[in-house]
């Protein structure tokens, strides 16, 4: 195992020993498209591993902190990445040890297959059962804070925020404080309008959180909609939601 660094992001590459060789996979049935799991391993409460096929053939794996990608190749039946790579972003010890496991699972090219709507990975240990993801639509769906992350540090949140989207008004909950703003997106870009709050005292915890919130949903910000998960952007500092 060697690492690199570069650009202030800290990436391990992961070389796989072995290629097993799994049944019922076939070019024909690769899959594609986004996957999150449904069974066959317990999981750090709230978390999931979710699986995107990019168009460009690579897999970007994901289980509550870290991201891991390499090129993915399906032939014989067996998922083979090649240079593993994961963020070494600051993880909760059960968060860190979640990764390491996905990375290894996914880094021993375990067999899959396609059975409907679902993929299912076979690997040391696991059998991972993924359903097909569908896209919620911004407006209308509760989206629920998942974490706040600054640079390469990721925050999880006090209490349940929610941030949810209307015709041309956004309403938020930041765990403490409730409130509203207008707010317009374009392509990739959303532009909020002043947030009104509830003027509540809160607890320092979810001061804290309130004040990230607050922060990041003011004015012009990056908008990405991946999935059941959309990311907001502003300034080095993030908010991560995922449909609640």
């Not at 390491?100 to 899959?112: H, K, Q, R, T, V």
């Not at 008004?169 to 509830?198: K, M, P, R």
């Amino acid at each position: 195992m060697k690492t690199l660094v570069g650009a202030g992001v800290l990436l391990v590459v992961l070389t796989a020993c072995g290629q097993p060789v799994g049944a019922g996979g076939s070019a024909g049935a690769a899959p594609s498209g986004v996957y999150t799991s449904e069974s066959g391993r317990d999981l750090v409460t709230g978390t999931t591993v979710r699986l995107d096929f990019t168009d460009d053939g690579r897999l970007v794996a994901n289980a509550g902190c870290n991201t891991i990608s390499g090129a993915v190749d399906t032939a014989d039946g067996a998922l083979a990445v090649a240079d593993l790579t994961t963020t070494e972003m600051g993880c909760a010890g059960p968060l860190h040890s979640q990764d390491e496991w996905l990375a290894a699972f996914l880094g021993g090219s375990p067999a899959w297959r396609v059975d409907g709507e679902r993929l299912v990975l076979s690997g040391e240990g696991a059998e991972l059962v993924f359903g097909r993801e569908k896209t919620p639509p911004l407006q209308g769906t509760v989206w629920v804070v998942d974490s706040i992350r600054e640079g390469d540090m990721v925050s999880s949140v006090t209490e349940r925020a929610t941030v949810e989207f209307g015709a041309d008004t956004v309403t938020v909950d930041t765990g403490c404080n409730s409130g509203s703003a207008g707010y317009q997106v374009s392509g990739g870009t959303i532009v909020f309008e002043q947030l009104v709050l509830t003027k509540m005292a809160c607890p320092p915890g979810p001061a804290a959180q309130e004040q990230d919130l607050v922060a990041v949903l003011d004015g012009e910000a990056e908008l990405a909609v991946d999935g059941t998960t959309i990311t907001i952007n502003k300034n080095g500092k993030g908010v991560w939601l995922k449909a609640g």
